[in-house]
């Protein structure tokens, strides 16, 4: 099967089947320590209040009113709905914190803010006007900022669309994962067509500028024939973006996963099938393949931002903002700011107490040396744009290519024989059959692993 963007070469994935990390972030989260203290963050706040560069804000919210079996997000499943007001109380106190510490307001403008989980609409309307307004106090926004939040179609009406719509929400993500009632019912996640239908149409109607859906390949009792039609009813609905996961089936790491059949898995064979079906129909239907899961139609901002060389990544995924801060609230939160990452607690109790005492509940961070950020800018290169120019990345870092990458290039010669990549005069291009597998490509630029052989821990490539 081929498309203009990805060739789907079975023989080849299954060669490259590996674990592998997903490079939101290089170094990768397994490589954050304790050493990096509330301390180091506070420097790293205190300095951005000296520069204004593009800022990004993440909100987490962990509720969710029920546990999808398949999911590995830190998430806090309950009925209670009092503990949302609880959290929110002591968000607002941790922006205040990082404000304060931050300063200038002029480094408080943002480009992008985003409400993931968890499920962030777990929160009621007046918590919901609370929660915005505490950030609008807080920061201000460029006259284009998106503004996204994830959406669980299962628990909203067309009056908290509309309620979003009003407090500014002009993205919206929606989780779908597959339509059959069959295999929501073996994860636990029972949601009609009508009711993602409903939502997408009042997003539309509420002038939400762009919509995503999610999808899982992988599921228990997922079947070709199953998640084709799961596929065409999304293409009946034809949203801006889609994401398309692979299920990483680890019951081991992951608790509410001990609930799924193992003999309901589909098998690898079957779970490939599947992928290069989805894969041929979202092409067929005019998406472009952006990478590591993501496709988009031609039009959105992301297909057009990769064209044109501006395309970034972060814990968010594909962004097409400019690679600036990225600040996280809320328990288990990764932010980045400057030539740092930190990472909050992950619990609601340590989250809490830390707040009580009026620090900031950072867990572990790392400070990224200058071979990280060179290696970090490798990576995100090709991880956006299948590609490094050696001759422009040179000039911009400030180093001789071949010299600096004299250990990974000596490894490249099997990946083009593999077709995986081809080297151009001083240029390194991943090709439409390596595309899939972008990240085996990346991983050559990973020192630490290299120095670690962590990747055991990783999920599987495909
Ligand atoms: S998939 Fe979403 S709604 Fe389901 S348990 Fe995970 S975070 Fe909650």
Known sequence: MSTA???FDEALIKKYDQSAPRYTSYPTADRFHADFTEADYRAALKDRGTRANPLSVYVHIPFCNTVCYYCACNKIVTKDHGKSAEYIRYLSQEMRMVCDAIGDPQSRVLEQLHFGGGTPTFLSHEEMSDLMAQIKQAFSFTSDAEISIEVDPRKVTVNTVEHLSALGFNRISVGVQDFNPDVQKAVNRLQTQEETVNVIAAARKNGFHSVNIDLIYGLPLQTLDGFTETLNRVM????????L??????PQFSKP???INAQDIPHPDQKLKILSRAIELLCQSGYVYIGMDHFARPDDELARAQREGKLN????GYTTRADGDLLAFGVSGIGKVGATYAQSVKTLEE?????DEQRLPILRGYALTRDDEIRRAAIQSLMCHFALDETAFGRQWGIVFDEYFAWEKTRLPPLVEDGLIELKPHTLRVTDRGRLLVRNVAMLFDRHLRESARAASYSKTI
Do not use: E, H, T, W
């Open 257 to 259: 996963q001990r609930r």
């Open 245 to 250: 996961y692979n299920f990483a089936y680890l």
């Open 236 to 243: 009946d609905i034809s949203p801006d973006r889609i994401a």
């Open 351 to 355: 989250y809490y107490a830390a707040l």
């Open 5 to 7: 963007q990805i060739l």
């Open 313 to 316: 990544r972060n814990f968010q």
